[in-house]
C-alpha cells in the first residue's frame, strides 16, 4: 500500500503531456474507463494482475465503478487524449477518516505510457484531495510493479506493508 500525507503535499504541476486533458468522467464514459482498467491491467509487463483480473470483466467492472459512484461518491478521474480515454484513477473520499482512496489504481493506456499521464493524473487526484479537506491519500498495489517502483512513491508517497 502506498499512503500521502496531503499536510505535506506541494508540488508545483507537473509538465503537462501534449494534448493531454484532466478531468472527471460523466456517467456515459465509465464503461469506455472500465476497459482502460481492465486492458491497462491486464497488458502490464509480467502479468500481475492475472490473477485478480480473473473475477472482472470490463463490463463488471463498470458496474462495480457506477455502483460505488451511487453508494459512496466516487470519482473518476480520467485522463483523455484526441477524445479517446488514455488513463483512469478512480478516488473515493472517505469524510470521517479523513482518507482519499484510490479504489482502481491508477492506469494509464499500453501504448501511452511513459509520457508522464500517470504522474498528471496522481498529481491532480492528490490536489484536489488536499482541496477537498482530506488528511491523507491511499492506494493498495502490488510490490515491485512499476506503478509501485517509480509512480507511487512521487510527491510524498510512502510504501507501507501490509500482509495479503
Ligand atoms: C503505473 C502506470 C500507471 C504509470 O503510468 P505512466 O503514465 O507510464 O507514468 P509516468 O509516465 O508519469 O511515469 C512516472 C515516473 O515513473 C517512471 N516510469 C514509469 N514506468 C516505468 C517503467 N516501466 N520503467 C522505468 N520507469 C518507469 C517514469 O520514467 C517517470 O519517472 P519521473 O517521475 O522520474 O519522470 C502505468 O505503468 C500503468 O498503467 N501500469 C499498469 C496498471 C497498474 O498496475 N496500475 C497500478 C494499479 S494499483
Avoid at 500525507?5 to 507537473?14: E, G, I
Avoid at 456517467?27 to 485478480?52: C, F, H, K, Q, T
Avoid at 473515493?92 to 509520457?115: D, L, M
Wanted: glycine fraction near 10%.
Amino acid at each position: 500500500m502506498f499512503r500521502w500525507d496531503l499536510s505535506k503535499f506541494n508540488y508545483p504541476d507537473p509538465h503537462q503531456t501534449a494534448g493531454v486533458r484532466i478531468r472527471f468522467a460523466s456517467e456515459g464514459e465509465i464503461g469506455a474507463a472500465a476497459e482502460v482498467w481492465y486492458e491497462g491491467l491486464r497488458e502490464e509487463e509480467d502479468s500481475p494482475w492475472e490473477n485478480y483480473l480473473k473475477k472482472w470483466t470490463p463490463s463488471s467492472a463498470a458496474r462495480w465503478f457506477l455502483d460505488s459512484e451511487k453508494r459512496l461518491g466516487a470519482k473518476m478521474l480520467l485522463a483523455e487524449r484526441e477524445e479517446k480515454i488514455v488513463g483512469i484513477n478512480g478516488i473515493i473520499s472517505e469524510r470521517n477518516s479523513g482518507k482519499g482512496r484510490f479504489f482502481t489504481g491508477i492506469v494509464v493506456s499500453p501504448n501511452c505510457r511513459r509520457q508522464g499521464i500517470g504522474s498528471l493524473l496522481l498529481h491532480r487526484t492528490l490536489l484536489d484531495l488536499k482541496k477537498g479537506g482530506l488528511r491523507s491519500a491511499e492506494v493498495e498495489t502490488i510490490q515491485g510493479i512499476p506503478a509501485a517502483k517509480y509512480l507511487y512513491s512521487k510527491y510524498g508517497g510512502e510504501s507501507i506493508q501490509v500482509p495479503a
